[in-house]
Each structure stands twice: as C-alpha cells, then as structure tokens.
C-alpha cells in the first residue's frame, strides 16, 4: 500500500509567490493532519481534518495560510503571499477512520524555501 | 493543554552501548504516549505507543520504552545501539482529541 504522498517535496519560491502543497492520505484514513517543522519551533501542527472537515486551524499561523480538503484522498496547503519566515518542512499525516489512539503515518515532507 | 518534554537536544552514544531517551510529559489524565523517529530527509515512523496495561512496550527495531505514571515520563531505551539507529527521535502525547503534540526532539549520534 502507498503511504501518506506529498508533492512537491521541493519548492523554492520568492517572496510574494504563492505556494500550494498537496497530499494524498493513506486510502481509508478519514483524519488528516498538517504540521511545520523549523529548527526553532520542532512540530507544530498547523490544521487538521476529520472526514474532510476542518475540526482545528487553530495552528495556522495567519490568514496568508489556507487549508482544503475537497475529498477523502486530498487535501492541499496553500500560502499567500509567501514570505521568507515560511521557509519550513511541511508535514501531511493521517490515521485510520475512528482511531483517536491510533498511529499517525506521515509522509515525506515538503521543504518549502521562500527568498 | 498538554506539552512534551524532551530535555537532551543532541545525545552521542558510542556503537554498542545501551540508549536512553528522556522524555517528560505534562497532561491531567492519563495520556496516549508515542515515539517517532525521523531519519534524515524523511518523515517520522512510529517505534512504540503506550495506551494502557503493561507500562513497558517493545516496539520496533529493539527499542522500548517505560511509562511511569509518578514521574510523568515514557523513556525510549535500546540495549545496544547500532550506527543506522543515528536519527531524531521524537516523543509524543495524545490527550484523546485526535491530536498529537510533539516534543522538541532528541538528535541521536552514534560514534564508532
């Protein structure tokens, strides 16, 4: 089975661009979490989703940062404008439906770079 | 709220001596505790969890870990360490709100 994707797992930009980062949970997973990590700050999470409704954005650090998710397989990040500060890992993770103690599975990452 | 402490940012340990990782947690009740590990470049796998019962879990690659409820603690321990175990280790608490919150983590370095 694939795990959590994400893409890009690169992205340079500049400041003032807008980023969109996306993820594809695992097939069955009905929550789904975004998190940030930085040197200074660890895991932060940012938002997350329980059968694609957003329960928590309480993380989300400022209205420049949007999160959706149109249906139970995706699910996108959008920043803008981006600024250098945003420079992080961006972190999608799920776990399965009804879990509440159940094991996270994160994906690779997305290392976001803003000049 | 619930915080995760982990005290040691970088901790060396020569290959084949014993590991301990510390990690402290602050929650009301008692809480879901995980370990996750981070290799370079990639996302975070869970090793162990503890949800109730025995307070010491084995998890995967040799590694366990003890809750004790008087200390607020859930240590990571390996008896002997191997070079691929050279990673970030990460404790974490779920209070039961489907979130978990993480530690600052602990990078772990192996030397020869």
């Known amino acids: 089975d694939a795990g959590v994707i994400q893409s890009p797992r690169h992205e340079v930009t500049e400041m003032g661009q807008e980023v969109t980062l996306r993820c594809k949970p695992i097939?069955?997973?009905?929550?789904l979490f975004w998190y940030r990590q930085t040197m200074m700050r660890g895991l932060e999470l940012l938002i997350y989703f329980n059968n694609n409704v957003p329960i928590d954005d309480s993380g989300m650090p400022e209205d420049r940062f949007s999160a959706k998710m149109p249906n139970a397989s995706f699910s996108t990040l959008k920043i803008q404008p981006s600024e250098p500060r945003d420079s992080a890992v961006y972190f999608c993770?799920?776990?399965?439906?009804?879990?509440?103690?159940?094991?996270?599975?994160f994906g690779e990452g997305s290392r976001l770079t803003v000049l | 709220a619930q915080s995760v402490t982990q005290p040691d940012i970088h901790i060396t340990v020569s290959e084949g001596a014993s590991l301990e990782l510390r990690c402290n947690y602050s929650?009301?009740?008692?809480?879901?505790l995980f370990w996750y590990v981070q290799s370079p470049g990639q996302g975070l796998q869970l090793l162990l969890k503890?949800?109730?019962?025995?307070?010491l879990v084995q998890g995967i690659k040799g590694f366990e870990a003890e809750f004790k409820r008087s200390q607020s603690s859930f240590n990571l321990r390996k008896p002997s360490v191997h070079w691929s175990d050279a990673a970030e280790y990460f404790c974490a608490v779920d209070s039961g709100y489907s979130t978990l919150t993480f530690g600052k983590g602990t990078m772990l370095l192996v030397s020869p």
């Open positions: 503890y949800f109730s019962g025995d307070t």
């Open positions: 993770a799920s776990r399965l439906a009804g879990g509440q103690t159940g094991e996270l599975f």
């Open positions: 097939s069955g997973h009905n929550s």
């Open positions: 929650y009301g009740a008692t809480p879901y």
